[in-house]
């Protein structure tokens, strides 16, 4: 996860999103809830010069799973997005 934070913190989407995979499949919640914000347009915004491009449905998946490991931040922002 710190490796994770840092990846994130320098615009490396990309290679965090590969490492919170691998947490999130290990039973991290927060690697789940972070992951899914990593597709979030709210959290994103708009495409940006990285080409990073927002993913609901992949950011509702994440979200899920995040939600079946305990992470109550995560089923507060799927209820969010259903509305």
Request: hydrophobic share 50%; charged share 25%.
């Given at each position: 996860?710190?490796?994770?934070?840092?990846?994130?913190?320098?615009?490396?989407?990309?290679?965090?999103?590969?490492?919170?995979?691998?947490?999130?499949?290990?039973?991290?919640?927060?690697?789940?809830?972070?992951?899914?914000?990593?597709?979030?347009?709210?959290?994103?915004?708009?495409?940006?010069?990285?080409?990073?491009?927002?993913?609901?449905?992949?950011?509702?998946?994440?979200?899920?799973?995040?939600?079946e490991l305990g992470s109550q931040h995560a089923q507060q922002r799927?209820?969010?997005?259903?509305?």
């Open positions: 996860m710190k490796r994770a934070n840092g990846l994130l913190a320098i615009g490396d989407i990309a290679a965090a999103r590969l490492l919170l995979e691998r947490a999130a499949d290990a039973q991290e919640a927060d690697a789940a809830l972070l992951l899914a914000r990593t597709y979030d347009p709210l959290v994103l915004g708009t495409k940006d010069a990285r080409a990073i491009t927002p993913d609901p449905a992949q950011a509702r998946i994440w979200y899920r799973r995040a939600a799927l209820t969010q997005m259903q509305d």
